[in-house]
């Protein structure tokens, strides 16, 4: 019995072990990838990251990463989410969740490895270098949005997802949830709100998630700049130090200080990975639901990034689009142009009033058919060819003007494709 025995636990741990290294062959250990070609560009590259926690002496999975890219040579920004389900090899460890790298390297060699590693794991799998960057806990966010007196943040696609009734309510209890609503509209937003909405995906998705983390970036930007506050510091930076972790000197951040007020949150460029594009998704050999990086896509992504707008962009931004309101809801008008703005149009919201109308229409001043923003117009605001109303005006006052109707739906980033 027990040689019959012994025969069985070796057949077993045979099979166990075929199956272990036909796992590891899955995942063989990628070709580190090409750096990005920069060119003659001064670019800086901040990665911005949040962790899903509240313990500073845990550090937490990350859960937001973002680059921030400055092209210094020409004055302009690019956003890039990463999204945290990427399976990267993390050097010197194995093939893993992008968003484990941070905690790994704190947890095997010490405080201020973990930024390291995430680094290098960075640099090994999309080639970018990361030169500084900042990051926050749960609490450190929250801080920020209390200290600026909230935040004014445009939701064009509703989200739903569970959330405390009370920001002091017990989370361990069932009774201390709700399920919660967050409208389209323009919305106030405290920090718990603010908190809830950059990492709700129950109703959305994490690209989604990382789009709305850009957003939640730009009208922070926003504010700032509105409070005048990137004069200001010399004077608050230990505030800033006290709920931001951060390698940056105060030198350094002071010598960017004049390019960040002169660059308006219209004039960010924002990339994210799309699915079956740039990642695709896939079940790791642990059994884990992960996305694997598509590497020329990727490629191809990081160089619009690093680069300023391109000609099509150029031409969004040089069109001007009038917003006329005529939905019969205060806030659509609102909504509308920031989604314009996303895009890279520079939308002014007309005092004019209109009466209600079903559906959105355009009117196109510009008598143009070639190097026309139109089309680009159309997708973002749904607008068909028979709501296109052309009226070519030599002494027009503006491009284009849109007539907000009571139909206009604004969530429309997770249907359009990426723009080439």
Known sequence: ??????????????????????????????????????????????????????????????????????????????????????????????????????????????????????????????????????????????????????????????????????PDLDPTLEDSWEMFTLPVGVHNMDSDLALWYVRSRRTSSDFDRGRRQQDMMRAIWRHIREMGLLNQLPDIWQQVTEMVETDITLPEIVGLAPLALNIDTSHIVSYTFHPNIEVKPWTSPEGSSVLLPIRDAIMDLERKMVIPPTESQLVREGATVSIVNASGYGDLAQVAADRLAWEGFVPIISEETAPYRNYTTIYDHTGRTKGSSLGILQKVLRVSDEAVVREPDANREYDYEVLIGGTYYSCTHAVLPPED
């Not at 937490?60 to 090899?89: C, E, H, K, Q, W």
Request: hydrophobic share 40%; charged share 20%.
């Open 1 to 166: 019995m027990r040689t019959l025995a012994s025969i069985l636990w070796m057949g077993i741990a045979f099979v166990s072990l075929s199956f272990q290294v036909l796992a590891q062959e899955e995942v063989p250990i990628p070709e580190p990838m090409p750096l990005v070609d920069e060119g003659e560009y001064d670019i800086i590259n901040f990665l911005l990251l949040g962790s899903d926690t509240t313990n500073p002496r845990n550090s937490g999975r990350t859960d937001v990463m973002l680059i921030l890219s400055v092209n210094r040579t020409a004055g302009t920004v690019a956003f890039l989410s990463i999204p945290r389900d990427l399976y990267v090899y993390i050097p010197g460890w194995q093939s893993y969740r992008i968003n484990t790298a941070y905690g790994h390297g704190e947890l095997e060699g010490g405080e201020g490895q973990g930024i390291e590693l995430l680094k290098e794991t960075i640099l090994y799998n999309l080639g970018i270098q990361i030169d500084y960057y900042a990051r926050v806990d749960f609490n450190g966010f929250k801080n920020i949005i209390d200290n600026l007196g909230g935040i004014e943040l445009s939701v064009d696609c509703a989200i739903e997802d569970w959330r405390l009734r009370e």
